[in-house]
């Protein structure tokens, strides 16, 4: 169909691992008469699901958008996928909607991806949804469940439909206050869900009380909004995407009920204006305005190439149109865009505010690019998303040596395509690492790199990216004097090595206190080099130096041999002599970690994270019988911690990290990390 703005609901679904959110969207498109037979999750036949790593693990890998139209409304549904070690992809998908409706399985209940995103959406100021979905198998269970939501999310979640007895159905609470319902009745439901509704309005309250408590499902209308913008109702829906009980009153709802492009928060973005400062900028979600749209995800298909998705956001795009992307000068053509279910490709030929398309074939596009139509929006960025930093790293290298040529773009293509990928090339280690979210999520992208890429790696834990620095004064002193027939080298250095405060911005400094001209100003930079050289390539270890400030106060040269290359050899040794004798240590990263698991595991939880040398900062009860665990670790003591996690609490804790600070190495550690160091034979 034709539709304006106004008809337009864009809705991510959102949620823990087997809430049954992809069941949900299939269930949802089937009530839709979108298709006409239902796929499964265990058939690999879903619409959302449809690449080949989610197909054989059975679960949601990828964001997935479907449309569809309902009751006169085009819907944009986003299925995102469940586990943690996935959320980057369910987080970058929510700049491009109105809504979070967060699905929670009547049989697991709140799990801590439920939290998270309830609180990101929450921050983004979103408007928010709870969809608890398998009523027809826990029926017995909902009231309490609810509490629970309520207990979690603040008493701003209130039912706008309430099952029947047998879950075999809902009634509509909104447009209702009669019907059999399995708990709390009826007429209560609803007269608690317009209170809270008219709380926000004080004209409106007023006519609720004088007219004796009745007012009209449009007198509500705008009121309703206005509470989904202020996180001042969380309406909770039930349904089951199995049977289909309450599907039809949850598009009902949806359609009716669901902000649209005009009415829900504008994203923020980010604007430098001329002076340098930064300010919030919203857009107007208006035709009549200069063109904007935001790049949300980047994806690669075998057949079209690259796919950019974007949300619009002001104006309009029309295919073959040429848009500015972020400052670049140089415009960048749309020659497609299409409308998205699942794989599948729809063209348009234009698109107007509120509309998520996807553009194919244009390799400038990137993830959080702003697309506009003038260059007084150069300066404009999208506000990122709060993206955990992956942390769980392998050191990979390719097994063909073929490959190596492919090796690196296809590697940036994957980083392109996941927020919470990346690769680095640890210069302290000489690894190329690519870091991901946990175990899973690294076992996923190899699986792709070889199914899809036809990329074999290697891949094992990553060596520790140490840091070595010093603890305290001393003094280095070299002479080099090469003789081999005609002009020699010659060069003398006594320098001082000192410690420099942690919070030093480059962590190294070069002075010079040379009187007399025993060295030569000319040879100075040549002495820095040479330190500078043990400074990347390490001292006692091989890992980079930090912290250490050089001081070169006395020397001799030659006026025939002394030249550049001897001093640079006669500092670097005199500066590894001076380290030798500063008392040299080995700093290791740490990571700050956030544990949520059932409290009953708080002891083995704490005695796992005291032997793997690390620290309890605090710990928190949370609802339902829940505990979050903040600590700090050593990097080197989580490379299986994912693993060990699931293994303490049955599959039911969690956790994130980041990363925190350096911290000197024990003894027995740095003992032996500097017994494996070999050194390479330097030619003078």
């Avoid at 996928?81 to 929510?94: E, H, K, L, T, W």
């Avoid at 090469?482 to 090595?497: D, H, M, S």
């Avoid at 001292?539 to 001897?566: C, F, N, Q, W």
């Avoid at 900062?617 to 829940?626: A, E, F, H, K, V």
């Amino acid at each position: 169909m034709a539709y304006t703005t106004e008809q337009l609901r864009n809705i991510a679904l959102a949620g823990h691992a087997f809430a049954g959110k992809t069941t949900l969207v299939e269930a949802i498109l089937h009530e839709a008469k979108v298709i006409g037979r239902r796929g499964t999750v265990e058939e690999g036949t879903t619409v959302s699901d449809f690449e080949p790593e989610e197909k054989q693990h059975k679960h949601s890998l990828n964001a997935s958008i479907v449309n569809f139209d309902y009751e006169g409304k085009h819907f944009n549904v986003i299925d995102t996928p469940g586990y943690p070690d996935f959320i980057g992809q369910a987080v970058s998908v929510f700049p491009a909607v109105e809504t979070v409706a967060v699905v929670v399985g009547a049989d697991r209940g709140v799990q801590n991806m439920t939290r998270r995103l309830m609180a990101i959406a929450g921050e983004r100021r979103l408007a928010r949804m709870i969809i608890v979905n398998k009523i027809d198998e826990h029926v017995g269970r909902l009231e309490e469940l609810l509490e629970h939501l309520r207990e979690t999310f603040g008493p701003e979640c209130l039912p706008i439909n309430l099952p029947t007895p047998d879950g075999s159905d809902v009634v509509d609470l909104w447009e209702h206050s009669d019907g059999k319902v399995a708990f709390m009745g009826a007429g209560e439901g609803h007269r608690r869900l317009v209170e809270q509704v008219i709380d926000v309005d004080e004209e409106l309250m007023a006519r609720y009380l004088e007219q004796e408590k009745s007012v009209t499902v449009e007198q509500l209308h705008d009121a309703f909004e206005r509470a989904l913008r202020e996180s001042h109702l969380i309406p909770v829906l039930f349904c089951s995407a199995k049977t289909g009980a309450g599907l039809a009153d949850l598009l009902h709802l949806m359609a009716n009920l669901a902000p649209n492009p005009l009415e829900g928060n504008p994203p923020p973005y980010l604007m430098t204006r001329q002076d340098g400062q930064t300010i919030d900028w919203y857009p107007t979600q208006d035709l009549q305005h200069e063109t904007l749209a935001h790049v949300f995800k980047i994806t690669s298909d075998q057949f079209v190439g690259k796919m950019s998705f974007a949300r619009v956001h002001q104006g309009k795009i029309t295919a073959g149109a040429s848009l500015c992307l972020d400052d670049a000068k140089k415009p960048v053509r749309i020659g497609h865009i299409f409308r998205v279910r699942g794989k599948d490709h729809t063209e348009m030929t234009e698109a107007i505010p509120g509309d998520i398309i996807a553009i194919p074939k244009v390799e400038e596009l990137h993830f959080n690019g702003v697309l506009h139509a003038s260059h007084d929006l150069d300066s404009l960025k999208a506000k990122p998303m709060p993206l955990p930093r992956p942390m769980y790293g392998q050191a990979v290298e390719t097994k063909n040596k073929a490959d190596e040529a492919k090796f690196g773009q296809i590697l940036a293509k994957m980083a392109e395509e996941d927020p919470t990928f990346t690769i680095d090339r640890v210069a302290a280690t000489h690894e190329t690492v690519v870091r991901g979210m946990g175990e899973l999520h690294l076992r996923v992208v190899f699986e792709k790199l070889k199914g899809k890429y036809k990329l074999d790696l290697d891949h094992r834990a990553p060596k520790v990216a140490y840091k070595e620095t010093i603890t305290s004064k001393a003094d280095g002193h070299h002479r080099h004097k090469k003789q081999t027939g005609g002009a020699g080298q010659f060069g003398e250095v006594y320098l001082r090595v000192e410690p420099l405060p942690s919070d030093h911005p480059d962590g190294f400094e070069f002075v010079s206190e040379v009187v007399g001209g025993t060295v030569p100003r000319q040879y100075w930079p040549a002495v820095e080099k040479g330190c500078r050289q043990v400074m990347a390539d390490g001292a006692i270890a091989g890992y980079p130096m930090t912290g250490v400030r050089v001081v070169l106060y006395d020397g001799k040269y030659h006026d025939v041999d002394s030249k550049e290359v001897a001093f640079v050899t006669a500092g670097k040794r005199a500066f590894i002599d001076a380290v030798t004798k500063a008392k040299p240590v080995l700093m290791e990263p740490w990571v700050s970690v956030e544990i949520t698991a059932p409290s009953g595991k708080m002891g083995d939880i704490a005695a796992d994270i005291s032997g793997k040398r690390g620290q309890v900062q605090s710990t928190d009860m949370l609802p339902g019988d829940q505990m979050l665990v903040k600590a700090t670790v050593p990097l080197a003591e989580m490379s299986a911690y994912s693993n060990q996690l699931k293994s303490m609490t049955g599959g039911q804790g969690s956790f994130v990290m980041d990363y925190s600070h350096f911290e000197r190495t024990p003894p027995s550690v740095q003992q032996s990390v500097v017994a494996a160091f070999k050194p390479r034979a330097e030619e003078d």
